[in-house]
């Protein structure tokens, strides 16, 4: 692995996973299964090749890329409603990518894995972090409420970050939904020109968040 900071990963890697996120979690916004589909790919490609290009080992890349997609089709699935959630649920984007259909549990089980190293990859521990503070949930669903605060805690511990009272990263896909519902209630015409302002804002709030992930995660 090349000698590069950590900052230089995170922003670049997850900014436009985070904004489909932000996007899948507004139920407003018309949505395509099949131009979904291609948007994910296209983000997952993004990470490979950034990833590539830094010089990360392959068993990093493919955790991180396994990481981003368990993200996006839990998204998916908890976007869509009937007939394109079930055309999802049965051919997910893990199958095209991975050939497989348990990432809800197989990513928890990575995640604590590479927790358990004696020295861990920090920007690959970070993503970990980044795709539970948006959402991904998976299998700790089904072990209790404090699982995921226990999980990101653990990530945080490894990582050297001391979070302050209150610190929610995952708050940057409501306030998307938020804004984006406020919106609305007006004009058509205002609606265009303050839904455009709307997507820069939520475009920035999600920078500013990973950016305040990487200073944490850097100091």
Not at 63 to 69: F, S, V
Not at 172 to 193: D, F, M, Y
Not at 203 to 210: D, T
């Amino acid at each position: 692995m090349t000698s590069n900071s950590d900052a230089d990963l995170l922003p670049v890697a997850l900014r436009d996973t985070a904004l489909t996120v932000a996007d899948l979690a507004d139920k407003s916004i018309e949505k395509s299964a099949d131009d979904l589909k291609m948007t994910c790919k296209a983000q997952i490609a993004a990470l490979n090749a950034e990833l590539k290009a830094k010089g990360y080992a392959p068993d990093v890349i493919e955790d991180a890329r396994y990481a981003q997609c368990a993200l996006l089709d839990e998204a998916a699935l908890n976007s869509f409603d009937d007939e394109e959630r079930d055309d999802w649920e049965r051919r997910p984007l893990q199958l095209d990518e991975f050939g497989t259909n348990d990432a809800g549990e197989a990513l928890v089980r990575r995640i604590r894995e590479r927790l358990q190293e004696p020295t861990p990859v920090r920007p690959l521990l970070s993503i970990f972090g980044a795709v539970l503070d948006l959402g991904f949930t998976g299998q700790l669903a089904l072990e209790g409420g404090e699982a995921k605060v226990r999980l990101r805690q653990a990530i945080d511990a490894r990582l050297g970050i001391v979070r302050e009272s209150g610190d929610d990263d995952s708050s940057v896909v409501v306030k998307a939904t938020v804004t984006r519902a406020w919106t609305q209630r007006i004009s058509p015409l205002a609606g265009i020109a303050l839904g455009c302002m709307t997507v820069g804002l939520v475009w920035f709030g999600i920078s500013g968040w990973l950016d305040a992930s990487v200073a944490r995660m850097t100091h």
